[in-house]
């Protein structure tokens, strides 16, 4: 089996990645064949935290908190990234996968508290790393937790696990002729105004010189192929 091309690595997982074909929450198969993909790499040795949304059950800027304190909206968003995080870890428990949830707001009942030298212990010694609700404040995002909690640990790379399988010159479901870019600079991106991750988390990886690999959820195999260093997906670079 070919080597991992990094030792340490922040997978982004979108809340709505776990609905699957579902309008709303968390659909069975589709965490169970997520974890699957996780495991993978997980057991190829390669240090694994993962940052995981909200959207499948609140946003804080959706219909439904409109009229909403925002602050107040975003922390139940937050909280929803609570839920997902331990429905994540314990998905991955019943694979066989130790992982530890630890949650940016006090909820000690519930999760450890995110501290990060506990955190830097637990992926030396094997463990996954979910880092639950968010950056911890509200009017931020999940991306921007991303790139912060990736930031902190020292990992290689952001891998933004989406439904598309990359960045594209156009939008690939209206534009036919859109073709996807394997590679592209923070600079290029910029230039060409290309959505990437939003605007507080792209700005935050591209001063800390943190790759951001976007890549297809839905696609099988597409993780692992990131991992081991495969044209898979789009690498936004220095
Ligand atoms: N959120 C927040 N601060 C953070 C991260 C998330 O306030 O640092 C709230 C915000 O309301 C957001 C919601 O949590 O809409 C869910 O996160 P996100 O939209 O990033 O989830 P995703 O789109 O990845 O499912």
């Keep these: 089996m ?86 994540l870890a314990d998905a991955m428990r019943q694979v066989g996968i130790t992982a530890r949830v630890m949650s940016a707001i006090s909820i000690e009942q519930v999760v450890e508290p995110y501290v990060r030298p506990k955190a830097l212990q637990y992926l030396e010694e094997g463990k996954i790393v979910v880092f639950a609700a968010g950056t911890g404040n509200p009017f931020f995002t999940t991306d921007t937790a991303a790139a912060l909690r990736g930031s902190e640990i020292g990992a ?5 696990a989406t439904k598309v399988d990359g960045v594209y010159t156009a939008d690939p479901n209206k534009d036919r002729n859109a073709v996807r870019y394997s590679t592209i600079t923070f600079d290029e991106a910029i230039a060409k105004h290309l959505q990437v991750m939003d605007a507080t988390a792209f700005a935050l990886c591209r001063d800390q010189k943190l790759p951001i690999k976007v890549f297809s959820i839905v696609k099988p195999g597409a993780l692992k192929n990131v991992i081991l260093g495969e044209d898979e997906g789009t690498l936004v670079h220095v």
Excluded: C, H, W
């Design 2 to 87: 070919s080597n991992p091309a990094y030792k340490r690595v922040l997978l982004k997982l979108s809340g709505e990645a776990l609905m699957g074909d579902d309008a709303y929450g968390i659909n069975r198969a589709t965490i169970e064949r997520m974890v699957a993909d996780v495991a993978e790499v997980a057991r190829m040795g390669v240090e694994l935290a993962i940052v995981i949304g909200g959207g499948n059950i609140f946003r804080g800027v959706a219909p439904g908190a409109q009229g909403m304190d925002r602050a107040t909206a975003d922390y139940m968003g937050m909280l929803a990234t609570v839920m997902n995080s331990l429905a």
């Design 156 to 160: 290689e790379i952001v891998l933004k």
